[in-house]
């Protein structure tokens, strides 16, 4: 499932009878780069390529269309995506078996390829998808070599080139989801192919979800004017922007808790919005779950605190806070754990 933390709807439509084999029907026209890239012959990357990006929407969302084979079945269906439908839109993503992505928009139906046994959990779809809007690996990156040391005696023939990238102006990201791990295409078992420097011990290659800075990446990519966050630590908190001194009009942004195993705790420490009708104006809403089609597990909030706590019935939480362009107030801070904890609600003082 895609985590949305950041500007983009991904657009789910019907299930497809049409199979596609781009190794017999395109054969001439693609070719596989680092193992999971279908490149079309002469396609550099999309981060140096702006009519490879997906367009944005007038309402400033990147909505991406996504069409899931029916060779999927619907358990496996579910672990792809939740998200709207699809309707007649001609440039768009179709999901089939394999295990690898175009670079960027290439315009009509382009194949991301998903599958068990490897390439079908929450971080795997979101590698493919993100080779989809036009990102490289992370180690790829023209600055690579300050970073990590490639082990080359250790290596199947080719998968570790460096590409000529701008690289966004942002720091080099070991926790990226796009980062290969220190064994991947290792010819020689136990013996890793690629070390980080000037610390070995450094982890590389998880595939649980977006980082931080993959996160700020899209957005800058993009040029997006969201706030967002992935809070991947089972103890943290969070506020928002400017708290305790009014937060800014006109902004929507998303924190997305993600940890390991148990389940989410979270606890409004103090709690302030502008009051409207049906809180259309000014909002907190919480999802048990990592997209806004997730389950709502606290609706449009907003007045002032107490707040009751909230608990997700799983590892992941979505946050979002809206704001028009009118009166704003001081805002709120949350805490957030990953054990139950007893519960004192914040209550202001005059109550």
């Known amino acids: 499932m895609i985590e949305i933390v950041y ?68 358990t496996e269906r579910s672990w792809i995506a939740d998200f709207v439908n699809r309707t007649t839109e001609t440039d768009y993503v179709y999901v089939e078996r394999g295990c690898w992505s175009y670079f960027g928009k290439i315009g009509g139906r382009q ?59 942002l720091p080099y990201d070991y926790s990226s989801v796009m980062h290969y791990g220190a064994y991947d295409f290792s010819s020689t078992p136990g013996k890793p192919t690629i070390v980080p420097i000037p610390n070995p011990s450094v982890p590389i290659g998880q595939r649980e979800g977006l980082s931080n800075l993959d996160v700020a990446k899209i957005n800058k990519l993009y040029k997006c004017n969201c706030c967002s966050s992935v809070l991947p630590k089972p103890k943290g908190s969070f506020s928002s922007v400017n708290y305790p001194s009014p937060y800014p009009n006109n902004s929507n942004c998303l924190w997305l808790i993600r940890i390991r195993r148990s389940k989410i705790f979270l606890q409004f420490e103090a709690f302030d919005l502008q009051t409207s009708s049906d809180c259309s104006s000014d909002y907190i809403k919480v999802y048990n779950g990592n997209s806004k089609n997730s389950p709502v597990l606290l609706d449009k909030y907003c007045g002032k605190g107490p707040l009751p706590s909230v608990v997700a019935s799983g590892s992941t ?32 003082s005059g109550y």
């Open 7 to 74: 500007c983009f709807v991904w657009f789910i439509p019907f299930f497809s009878e049409i199979t596609y084999d781009f190794f017999n029907s395109t054969k001439s026209e693609i070719a596989v780069h680092e193992g999971d890239i279908l490149l079309r012959r002469g396609q550099r990357s999309a981060i140096n390529c702006e009519s490879c990006l997906w367009p944005k929407s007038q309402d400033g969302l990147v909505k991406v269309p996504v069409n899931i084979s029916s060779d999927f079945s619907l």
């Open 317 to 348: 939480m979505l946050v979002e806070f809206a704001t028009d362009e009118t009166v704003t107030a001081t805002g709120f801070r949350h805490v957030h754990q990953s054990r139950f904890f007893h519960v004192f609600p914040y209550i202001p």
């Open 111 to 169: 194949a991301v390829g998903l599958m068990k046994n490897g390439c079908m959990d929450k971080g795997a779809i979101q590698h493919e998808m993100n080779h989809a809007l036009g990102f490289i690996h992370e180690q790829a990156r023209s600055d690579r070599d300050k970073f990590v040391k490639i082990v080359w005696e250790h290596i199947m023939a080719g998968n570790f080139g460096k590409v000529k990238s701008k690289n966004l102006g």
